[in-house]
């Protein structure tokens, strides 16, 4: 493809410290634009993590760019007690106010020592003279468009898996993107659900098995009525998919994955961030999480780790070994 | 210096194969058997060098210098075939061509030697067509077989063979040899044999890499850990982070070694497009490089949930005060108090757990949830 005339220039200029979510680095300031909320997700906790990764002792702040006040900026960059290293994380700059950026443009000229500064921008217009000043700092910025094109998202697989250093199929990676490419944070999960549950090359069969259109649907939905204690709703769904010729050893991952999820979040610290989780993911496993007591969540993983290898071919009913599990799961939920 | 100095606290097992070796006729199937890391197969790559060594006199063979016994050990001797082949299991096709291969006559050698390392990854057909072959040997041919234990074998294949049993060596012995053969500092290698149990492997990997000191020491101490269900569940994604990044420590460097050799011996040319011969030669090298990674994980896996559960073991050597010596001594203050705050049919049922986990990952179970399961029977 040609680039337009005339935007060669500008191109060059900006590519000049663009880099990829990917391979972003820390930095005194750096700048994450764009529309495509989980690419800037991913960003922000890779800096956050090099940087705790570096300085386990980091300080993270967030600072909202629409409701700022004079000064918040400064009283944050200025050095703790302690003299841990500062990240401030800085979002909503969409809709800035105008002392957000009087005072970050003021900041850009001498950035304090210590403090890394990142600002999420999620495009529009408002503070492009940030923006621009940012840019010609020389800051890394990191555009985050929306994935349009298959093949990007096929390179999104291929490197989530290279990453996690396990091997998918090309067609099995083409089926993934068909099944759940629509959403990028659906993409990611179910790479990472594949990831977290292959032990050699993910083949096309997996994918199919995991995320056929049939699949996918009913063994959400059969553990969104189980741990919510819906056990009617959740075995018409199981006897529904069974009849139908679902396999259930799918059925068997996605409600232990759930589990899983629930569990992690019920640590007074957990957040979505390190867990990996998309927002939406966890505030539904922190509601999910209410009705579940530490000890039945124990009792249920175990039977689950029981109904997976009876799935597997230790058992003679697999049938009967999941609609027992999902009868267990859904009786134990505190309604 | 002879062919069986490497093989520490087996003194009965070398007697015996010494004998085999001086005789005339020794038998021609031999089911070598004993724990994981006791040296089953560096026993019998030892008897087969002892086979074939070159010494007039029959007392003296295994010598350990002579041109047969060293090639034999360093498996490069035409005469002594070892097979590893780290597949899942054996395909029913190399069991052919081995068993084709065993019917030539040696080259140069008194013996043709066939080794399988993995006798108990066979499957039932691949082992049939064994079982013919060592019922009606070739003259000069013997067969020796390595399993964990002599139930790994069908009956009717153990029941043609002389048994050979290696016990676990006693750890200074293995401290010893890690001395000795590798060079290994003294004290480390007296700690890497008594966490490992004298697992030879495991032991000398422990003395020889930092990393893998600093992997087994954070699987010991996971149960200090575990303080809630988020606890667990979080630990038990770690475990399995830890034998991936085992699995693939392990075989990474091995794979591109082999890659390497494998594009010499077929003359491929540097650089350019590799002919369609080459390319499906190496497409089935990965496949078996594959396969083997499968293994290695679940191996890996394994070692971890025996790593824990010295843990365990040493916990309830504290409750019922039996006054041994605890395999992870270091944390003695550890496993103290952990001891005073639970009883031992609490630790008993937590081995149980373990044992069971082991258990299912030898299943098809997925490694998270299994590992899940027994995490959460530990709080
Ligand atoms: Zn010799």
Redesign the interface.
């Known amino acids: 493809m040609n680039p337009p005339p005339g935007s060669r220039a500008s191109a060059a200029k900006k590519s000049a410290a663009t880099v990829s979510w990917r391979d972003v680095e820390p930095a005194p300031v750096v700048l994450v634009s764009g529309p495509e909320e989980y690419l800037a997700h991913r960003a922000k906790e890779r800096v956050r993590n090099l940087l705790r990764g570096k300085q386990p002792d980091l300080e993270v702040t967030q600072l909202d760019a629409s409701s700022y006040t004079t000064g918040g900026l400064t009283m944050l960059a200025s050095p703790s007690l302690f003299g841990e290293a500062k990240l401030i994380e800085a979002s909503s700059l969409a809709q800035m106010n105008d002392e957000f950026l009087a005072d970050t443009l003021a900041y850009l000229a001498s950035p304090a020592d210590e403090v890394w500064l990142v600002l999420h921008h999620g495009g529009g217009t408002r503070g492009k003279k940030l923006l621009d000043a940012v840019k010609a700092s020389g800051a890394p910025v990191v555009d985050c468009q929306p994935m349009k094109k298959d093949a990007d998202k096929l390179d999104f697989v291929r490197q989530e898996f290279k990453t996690a250093?396990r091997?998918i199929e090309p067609a099995a990676a083409q089926a993934l993107v068909s099944a759940v490419g629509s959403s990028l944070p659906d993409l990611a999960a179910a790479c990472s659900q594949l990831i977290?549950?292959a032990?050699?090359?993910v083949t096309e069969e997996t994918v199919e098995k995991y995320y056929g259109g049939r699949v996918e649907a009913t063994g959400f939905k059969v553990a969104d009525a189980a741990i919510s204690g819906r056990g009617a709703a959740a075995l018409a769904s199981l006897r529904h998919a069974l009849a139908t010729g679902v396999d259930p050893v799918p059925i068997v991952?996605v409600l232990?994955m759930k589990l899983?999820q629930i569990?992690?979040?019920?640590?007074a610290a957990?957040n979505a961030r390190d867990l990996g989780m998309a927002p939406w993911q966890f505030d539904q496993a922190r509601r999910d999480a209410r009705l579940w007591e530490?000890e039945a969540?124990?009792r249920c993983?175990?039977v689950?780790?029981?109904t997976?290898?009876q799935v597997?071919?230790?058992g003679r009913d697999p049938e009967y070994a999941v609609e027992r599990a999902v009868t267990m799961i859904a009786t134990s939920a505190r309604r | 210096m002879s062919v069986w100095s490497d093989l520490p606290g087996q003194s009965a097992v070398i007697e015996q194969l010494s004998r085999a070796a001086a005789a005339e006729r020794p038998a021609h199937a031999w089911l070598f058997t004993g724990p994981p890391g006791s040296g089953r197969s560096n026993a019998a790559k030892a008897f087969a060098a002892a086979l074939l060594c070159e010494q007039q006199d029959p007392a003296e063979r295994g010598c350990g210098t002579c041109h047969a016994c060293r090639t034999v050990l360093a498996g490069s001797n035409a005469d002594a075939t070892l097979v590893a082949t780290e597949n899942v299991t054996f395909s029913i096709q190399e069991m052919r061509e081995l068993v084709g291969k065993a019917q030539d006559k040696p080259s140069s050698g008194r013996w043709r030697v066939i080794i399988i390392e993995d006798a108990d990854r066979m499957t039932e057909r691949t082992t049939n067509v064994l079982l013919k072959a060592i019922e009606e040997p070739p003259p000069r041919t013997i067969w020796m077989l390595c399993t964990p234990s002599p139930a790994d074998v069908l009956v009717t294949i153990r029941s043609r063979c002389r048994p050979v049993s290696l016990r676990i060596p006693p750890a200074d012995d293995v401290a010893a040899l890690l001395v000795r053969r590798d060079g290994a500092d003294p004290e480390l290698a007296g700690f890497a044999a008594r966490v490992s149990q004298s697992h030879i492997g495991v032991a000398r990997r422990l003395a020889a890499d930092a990393d893998a000191r600093h992997r087994r020491d954070t699987i010991v101490r996971l149960p200090l850990r575990l303080r809630?269900?988020?606890?667990?569940?979080?630990a038990a994604?770690e475990l399995?982070d830890i034998s991936?990044a085992d699995a693939?420590a392990a075989s990474e460097q091995r794979n591109e070694s082999e890659r390497e050799a494998l594009l010499i011996a077929l003359g491929a040319p540097e650089k350019g497009a590799m002919p369609p011969a080459i390319r499906s030669q190496l497409k089935r090298l990965e496949e078996d490089q594959?396969?083997r990674?499968?293994r290695s994980?679940?191996d890996s896996l394994d070692r971890v949930l025996i790593d824990l559960s010295t843990f365990f073991r040493d916990v309830l050597t504290v409750q019922l005060g039996t006054g041994t010596e605890l395999v992870n001594e270091y944390l003695r203050q550890d496993l103290t108090s952990y001891a005073e705050r639970s009883t031992p049919e609490q630790t008993l049922g937590r081995m149980d757990a373990i044992a069971q986990?082991r258990q299912?990952l030898g299943?098809?179970?997925?490694?998270?949830?299994?590992m899940?399961?027994m995490a959460?029977?530990l709080?």
């Not at chain 1, 569990?263 to 640590?267: E, G, I, L, M, Q």
């Not at chain 2, 299943?363 to 299994?370: Q, S």
């Open positions: 250093r091997a977290s549950d032990e050699s090359a991952a232990a899983r569990a992690k979040v019920k640590s957990a530490s969540l124990a993983i175990q689950l780790a029981e997976d290898a597997k071919g230790e | 809630g269900v988020a606890d667990a569940v979080t994604g399995v991936n693939a594959k396969r990674a499968k994980l679940s986990a299912r299943t098809n179970v997925a490694p998270v949830l299994a899940e399961a959460v029977s709080l």
